[in-house]
């Protein structure tokens, strides 16, 4: 039998924000913002983005990384896919990342946004299966902090 190839994995990231949960959560719903902090970026450029934000509704963004870096010039796909969604409270997505003509890893996510004193807690709790080519957890737990710190 080969050794497999596939490290799972699960992290958790908690943030709190000084805005209520609506405004927290239509971060995540609403096409303009979630492409700005989820999918602009410097070091690719975004070919296409599509997000429809309902049970059952899809996600796809396709981009290419820029010259300079590791990966240059190859696509970059994230097909995401809503499985339930609890408006103010609750996000939960399953997605399929590839890069090149290679799925790298699978995810299933779920999305809490809790009232806080202090506006609002997010809860963002990751699992995954990460296959040759992803970089693994650690620079995917590495890439959500740094999305989740340009939320609002």
Same mark, same amino acid.
């Given at each position: ?25 239509? +971060?995540? +719903? ?6 700005? *902090? ?5 070091? /690719?450029? !975004?070919? /296409?983005?599509? #997000?429809?934000?309902? !049970? ?19 696509? *970059? =796909?994230?097909?995401?896919?809503? #499985?339930? =969604? ?9 997605? +399929?990342?590839? =890069?090149?003509?290679?799925? !790298? ?16 807690? #997010?809860?963002?709790? /990751?699992?995954? +299966? ?13 890439? *959500?902090?740094?999305? #989740?710190?340009?939320?609002?």
């Amino acid at each position: 039998m080969e050794p497999t190839s596939v490290v799972h994995s699960t992290f958790v990231v908690e943030r709190t924000y000084p805005v209520t949960p609506e405004r927290a959560f239509a +971060a995540f +719903a609403d096409p303009e913002q979630k492409r700005r *902090w989820y999918v602009a970026g410097d070091h /690719h450029t !975004v070919e /296409h983005y599509e #997000l429809d934000f309902r !049970v059952g509704g899809k996600e796809r963004a396709c981009m290419r990384f820029n010259e300079g870096t590791p990966l240059a010039g190859k696509p *970059w =796909i994230n097909d995401t896919g809503y #499985l339930d =969604i609890v408006p103010d409270r609750r996000i939960v997505f399953a997605s +399929a990342m590839v =890069i090149g003509d290679k799925c !790298v890893s699978a995810t299933l996510a779920t999305v809490e946004f809790l009232p806080s004193e202090d506006g609002t807690d #997010l809860v963002f709790t /990751h699992q995954g +299966a990460f296959f040759e080519g992803s970089g693994g957890p650690q620079m995917r737990e590495e890439g *959500w902090r740094k999305l #989740l710190s340009r939320l609002i």
